[in-house]
């Protein structure tokens, strides 16, 4: 493990490693009580720190690899725009993050990453000066902290995500950079292979898809971008961090176009075997950073380290307490549920919602275009 631990995220990824990535916590921490919805600031850092750190904890002894920084939307224009913060500043949440991913990670040989995200100055502004400055100050909040890489994440428009990749690339570590945009493109239409090769001459080193749609779609996509990169002749590893939600609608809105966003998505959720399927599909199409995004709970990272457990050679310490594949049911009392020990039964289980009502499907509010 101590050998593990000097390892960086290029030289596992270099070896073919598989590296876990850990899963959603804004929406994670909403259920609990500690964000709230709308703007999604991660406040909560400095506010709930024990909060954090737990959740930071179960997502590491389900097998997470990488501890991300809490950081999401932590950009100053976001939180000034949010009203959710009077009196914390993005440095403070910048610094608690980076402190409790850092202890957590060291408990068990992981990774930190630092993560930025898309920003309502892009939007708002096109200023390329003023967005910039913005990742800058960012960037080098996490400089003053003991991170390992740094991560792009949630960018709908890939011009924004080149911007900050040129800026986090002066910090000279690595830089991971990961789109949440559809097979169609971003926003712009953009389609997903050039949005990858744009990343890498830009500087990325790993580039992916990350949050909105859900895991089968988002390998999808990141095939697409793999394709564009082998055409242009150029090479970086693959990332997924996809929904824990059935989308699909698959629109290029996302799951916030549809009618159950943010508070009715329950009926949408992955159930572990899903997430066993994900983790095959993703592996075969040589992704090899495979993680979780918002509806990835602990229990969902722990079916992706132990579905790809004979290529990572060791299960996660939660799983001590999950028989594989439900071999735990060979003690019920009950025959009926005995003979759900075996993989075959959950490998082909269609989950009913339960709700007699309850569509297959829903209409999304848009297609996801915008003038912007």
Same mark, same amino acid.
């Given at each position: 493990?101590?050998? %593990? $631990?000097?390892?960086?995220?290029?030289?596992?990824? +270099?070896?073919?490693?598989? #590296? =876990?990535?850990?899963?959603? @916590? &804004?929406?994670?921490?909403?259920?609990?009580?500690?964000?709230?919805?709308?703007?999604?600031?991660?406040?909560?850092?400095?506010?709930?720190?024990?909060?954090?750190?737990?959740?930071?904890?179960?997502?590491?002894?389900?097998?997470?690899?990488?501890?991300?920084?809490?950081?999401?939307?932590?950009?100053?224009?976001?939180?000034?725009?949010?009203?959710?913060?009077?009196?914390?500043?993005?440095?403070?949440?910048?610094?608690?993050?980076?402190?409790?991913?850092?202890?957590?990670?060291?408990?068990?040989?992981?990774?930190?990453?630092?993560?930025?995200?898309?920003?309502?100055?892009?939007?708002?502004?096109?200023?390329?000066?003023?967005?910039?400055?913005?990742? %800058? $100050?960012?960037?080098?909040?996490?400089?003053?902290? +003991?991170?390992?890489?740094? #991560? =792009?994440?949630?960018?709908? @428009? &890939?011009?924004?995500?080149?911007?900050?990749?040129?800026?986090?690339?002066?910090?000279?570590?690595?830089?991971?950079?990961?789109?949440?945009?559809?097979?169609?493109?971003?926003?712009?239409?953009?389609?997903?292979?050039?949005?990858?090769?744009?990343?890498?001459?830009?500087?990325?080193?790993?580039?992916?898809?990350?949050?909105?749609?859900?895991?089968?779609?988002?390998?999808?996509?990141?095939?697409?971008?793999?394709?564009?990169?082998?055409?242009?002749?150029?090479?970086?590893?693959?990332?997924?961090?996809?929904?824990?939600?059935?989308?699909?609608?698959?629109?290029?809105?996302?799951?916030?176009?549809?009618?159950?966003?943010?508070?009715?998505?329950?009926?949408?959720?992955?159930?572990?075997?899903?997430?066993?399927?994900?983790?095959?599909?993703?592996?075969?199409?040589?992704?090899? @950073?495979?993680?979780?995004?918002?509806?990835?709970?602990?229990?969902?990272?722990?079916?992706?380290?132990?579905?790809?457990?004979?290529?990572?050679?060791?299960?996660?310490?939660?799983?001590?307490?999950?028989?594989?594949?439900?071999?735990?049911?060979?003690?019920?009392?009950?025959?009926?549920?005995?003979?759900?020990?075996?993989?075959?039964?959950?490998?082909?289980?269609?989950?009913?919602?339960?709700?007699?009502?309850?569509?297959?499907?829903?209409?999304?509010?848009?297609?996801?275009?915008?003038?912007?």
């Amino acid at each position: 493990m101590e050998n %593990k $631990k000097r390892r960086g995220i290029l030289e596992r990824l +270099d070896a073919g490693e598989v #590296v =876990v990535g850990d899963g959603g @916590y &804004v929406l994670q921490l909403e259920r609990r009580g500690y964000v709230k919805a709308g703007h999604w600031t991660p406040e909560a850092a400095v506010e709930h720190p024990e909060a954090v750190r737990q959740l930071h904890r179960e997502f590491l002894r389900a097998g997470a690899d990488v501890m991300q920084t809490f950081t999401f939307y932590c950009s100053e224009d976001k939180l000034e725009l949010s009203g959710n913060v009077k009196t914390i500043s993005g440095a403070q949440i910048n610094d608690a993050a980076c402190n409790m991913a850092r202890e957590v990670a060291d408990e068990g040989g992981a990774l930190v990453a630092g993560g930025v995200s898309q920003t309502p100055c892009y939007v708002q502004s096109h200023n390329e000066t003023e967005v910039k400055a913005i990742f %800058k $100050k960012q960037m080098d909040d996490f400089l003053k902290k +003991d991170i390992d890489f740094l #991560v =792009v994440e949630y960018f709908e @428009y &890939v011009e924004e995500a080149v911007w900050a990749v040129e800026v986090l690339k002066t910090s000279g570590k690595t830089v991971a950079a990961t789109l949440c945009i559809a097979p169609q493109g971003d926003r712009h239409r953009v389609p997903p292979g050039e949005c990858a090769v744009r990343l890498v001459k830009a500087g990325a080193d790993i580039v992916g898809i990350n949050c909105q749609l859900d895991p089968m779609t988002c390998v999808r996509t990141v095939k697409l971008m793999k394709e564009g990169l082998e055409k242009a002749g150029l090479k970086a590893h693959l990332m997924i961090q996809p929904l824990g939600f059935h989308t699909p609608e698959c629109n290029l809105g996302g799951y916030v176009s549809l009618p159950e966003y943010p508070f009715a998505l329950e009926t949408r959720a992955m159930t572990r075997w899903d997430i066993h399927k994900y983790a095959r599909e993703a592996y075969n199409a040589g992704i090899r @950073y495979i993680g979780g995004c918002c509806g990835f709970e602990p229990y969902h990272i722990r079916a992706i380290a132990e579905e790809l457990a004979a290529e990572r050679g060791f299960l996660p310490p939660a799983s001590e307490k999950h028989g594989l594949w439900g071999a735990a049911l060979e003690m019920h009392t009950k025959p009926w549920v005995r003979a759900r020990a075996r993989r075959e039964y959950w490998e082909n289980l269609l989950p009913a919602s339960g709700r007699p009502k309850c569509p297959s499907m829903a209409t999304p509010a848009n297609d996801g275009l915008t003038e912007n």
